[in-house]
């Protein structure tokens, strides 16, 4: 059975810093394009950053230079180290997995998601 589990949330005050995981089990075939999303209360889901198989990369304007996405193809395992966190980073955060070559930051393109994992950063 296809699964992601996210890893390491939690509570950091801003300016602080959090590192996510996100790892893959049970996909029997490659996953093309990687990426992290985020919910907040109220909020619809949106992209943070996503990372396809060739290691090309795109963020949200409102983490770059912040956040950094990236992946260990040997432990299959998808990270997200964020850095300088703001109040507003407060959120579930999210990973998610296509089956496609091309990659996308809508989240209704993605076939797979994990559980989630609270985020949440005090002023």
């Known amino acids: 059975q296809e699964q992601l589990v996210e890893s390491g949330g939690g509570s950091e005050q801003a300016g602080g810093s959090l590192r996510l995981s996100c790892a893959a089990s049970?996909?029997?075939?490659?996953?093309?394009?990687r990426g992290w999303f985020r919910q907040a209360p109220g909020k619809e889901r949106e992209v943070v950053a996503v990372?396809?198989?060739?290691?090309?990369?795109t963020y949200a304007d409102f983490v770059k230079g912040r956040f950094n996405i990236s992946k260990d193809v040997a432990k299959n395992t998808l990270y997200l180290q964020m850095n300088s966190l703001k109040p507003e980073d407060t959120a579930t955060y999210y990973c998610?997995?296509?089956?496609?070559?091309?990659?996308?930051?809508?989240?209704?393109?993605?076939?797979?998601w994990g559980q989630g994992t609270q985020v949440t950063v005090s002023s």
């Open positions: 990372i396809d198989t060739f290691l090309h990369t």
């Open positions: 049970g996909f029997m075939s490659n996953i093309y394009c």
């Open positions: 998610a997995a296509r089956r496609t070559l091309d990659c996308s930051t809508a989240p209704a393109d993605f076939n797979y």
